[in-house]
């Protein structure tokens, strides 16, 4: 078997650096955690691998249909395609009694945004208390959140609140469109913390056109927080969006910035997500393996059968990477 060190470099200085820097990440993680990998493979992308086939058993809500007011430039709404609607309570109500039925339990609730960068979440609040009362897991996207949905949010019971973070605010007006600073994103962090929900913090790479701009700063910040889980994702090209040919940020960088942030919050769970380039897919798993990562969204089988051969045993789950 190749060794960790064949994996992720040559001989040039900027790949040694590499080697050093994961060597410290994995010793770092294996010290601090049982040895386990958890593999997401919720139900809104069907998988079906060596290891595991999911089932459908946790589903994506989106209470906007396909429609989002800001129109970001790396998703226009494209990404919410695919999702089930429940454009109001009464639908959202229904569709939960359905899928209960059909042996659905757990619902991740989002949809797009409203201008003010929130996702209309309160006029629902009150079928996701029944929700839970059905014995749903329940996770939730916010957008930027103010205290009535935060204190809505609590009273239902949700399991995981979902909070994408942009620390760069040419990356807030250039590519979501909005007329905001990355305080407002803190303060949505704080806000939602001030309620005691078990708040997931998101993190994309490469944003703002592929580059890296204030992602690093912002996971400097967020190890100030009592954060239980973080989720690091990766810009992907959607087709059909002004994104569309922009090219994600490089493997190596993706690795290097998800080591430090291992490094950087020793016994903090970090997940990376199912958005993340296609280009150099093998390598780019391997690399997050070996960064100190607790959880990955759908792997290849190659990498699961890296995890065993590094020591690491399989948990696969339908849940959200976000919710393991």
Not at 46 to 67: A, E, P
Not at 108 to 116: P, S, Y
Not at 224 to 247: F, H, I, K
Not at 295 to 304: H, Q, R, S, V
């Amino acid at each position: 078997m190749n060794s960790r060190d064949d994996l992720f470099w040559s001989e040039s200085d900027q790949n040694a650096n590499l080697s050093d820097l994961l060597k410290e990440a994995w010793n770092l993680r294996r010290k601090t955690f049982p040895d386990l990998i958890h593999f997401a493979v919720p139900g809104g992308r069907h998988y079906d691998g060596k290891y595991f086939s999911n089932s459908g058993r946790f589903l994506n809500v989106s209470i906007t249909g396909m429609s989002c007011a800001l129109q970001c430039d790396h998703c226009q709404g494209i990404m919410l395609n695919g999702m089930i609607p429940a454009l109001n309570p009464e639908k959202l109500q229904e569709l939960g009694i359905t899928l209960q039925k059909k042996g659905v339990t757990g619902l991740l609730i989002t949809g797009g945004c409203d201008r003010e960068g929130q996702v209309p979440l309160k006029p629902f609040l009150t079928v996701v208390t029944y929700l839970k009362s059905l014995d749903f897991t329940i996770h939730v996207h916010t957008g930027l959140a103010d205290k009535e949905t935060a204190v809505g949010l609590k009273r239902a019971g949700v399991d995981k609140v979902f909070l994408d973070m942009i620390g760069d605010a040419d990356t807030i007006r250039r590519v979501y469109h909005l007329d905001r600073k990355p305080s407002a994103f803190i303060n949505a962090l704080e806000t939602l913390l001030a309620e005691d929900l078990d708040v997931v913090p998101h993190v994309v790479l490469g944003l703002n056109y592929g580059k890296i701009m204030g992602e690093e700063n912002l996971i400097q910040t967020l190890s100030d927080y009592p954060l239980e889980t973080l989720v690091l994702v990766a810009l992907r090209a959607v087709p059909g969006s002004p994104m569309g040919g922009v090219r994600g940020p490089d493997p190596a960088e993706i690795v290097r910035i998800t080591a430090q942030t291992r490094l950087l919050n020793p016994s903090l769970k970090l997940s990376f997500g199912c958005a993340r380039p296609c280009t150099q897919k093998a390598w780019l798993e391997r690399g997050l393996i070996a960064a100190g990562i607790n959880t990955l969204a759908f792997p290849l089988d190659e990498t699961i059968d890296l995890a065993l051969a590094w020591g690491l045993k399989p948990v696969m789950s339908e849940m959200c990477c976000g919710g393991l």
